[in-house]
């Protein structure tokens, strides 16, 4: 790059990270990995009835498209293992993720979170995933990327348990 030029991509940069635009509610920081537990998050209730963990609403975000990353959510279908894998994909803004964080909200009433966040500092590569076990049911699943410190909602979704035919 011409020493001209790289200023002007450090400030373009800059003003992307801090400029306005659509964020999603700053996710709970969970411990180190998947944590367990029949808790909810601070900021959300359980209802009366004792039917289960409510999620705290808040719409999906279009990252900026020069920092879009890809994830794919599965749900496993044996019945034994209900567990849910999201993968991180890639994407242009790879370079710039520093963490995702997974919040699964189960049909049994429970909360469970998982981040991927490398240990070491480095970049998260594509195929890395977070596993949280699911249910039998339909389960809420919300991942939030952090990308140049800034939180994006990227998936809010309720998945089944589906057998097979």
Same mark, same amino acid.
């Given at each position: 790059m011409t020493p001209k030029i790289a200023p002007l991509l450090i400030l373009i940069l800059f003003a992307l990270a801090i400029g306005p635009g659509c964020t999603a509610p700053t !996710? &709970?920081?969970? $411990?180190? /990995?998947?944590?367990?537990?029949?808790?909810?998050?601070?900021?959300?209730? !359980? &209802?009366?009835? $004792?039917? /289960?963990?409510t999620a705290p609403s808040g719409p999906v975000v279009t990252v900026p498209p020069d920092f879009d990353v890809e994830i794919q959510v599965n749900k496993n279908m044996i019945f034994t293992n209900p567990s849910i894998d999201v993968f991180y994909r890639g994407g242009k803004g790879q370079i710039f993720l520093q963490k995702m964080f997974v919040q699964v909200y189960k049909s049994d009433g429970t909360y469970e979170t998982g981040q991927l966040l490398r240990p070491d500092g480095g970049q998260i590569s594509v195929g890395d995933k977070v596993t949280i076990r699911g249910t039998t049911g339909t389960d809420r699943v919300i991942v939030t990327v952090t990308i140049l410190n800034k939180d994006y909602t990227i998936y809010d979704q309720y998945v089944e348990f589906k057998t097979r035919p």
């Open positions: !996710a &709970p920081t969970g $411990g180190g /990995g998947p944590s367990g537990g029949t808790q909810a998050p601070p900021g959300t209730q !359980a &209802p009366a009835s $004792g039917t /289960g963990v």
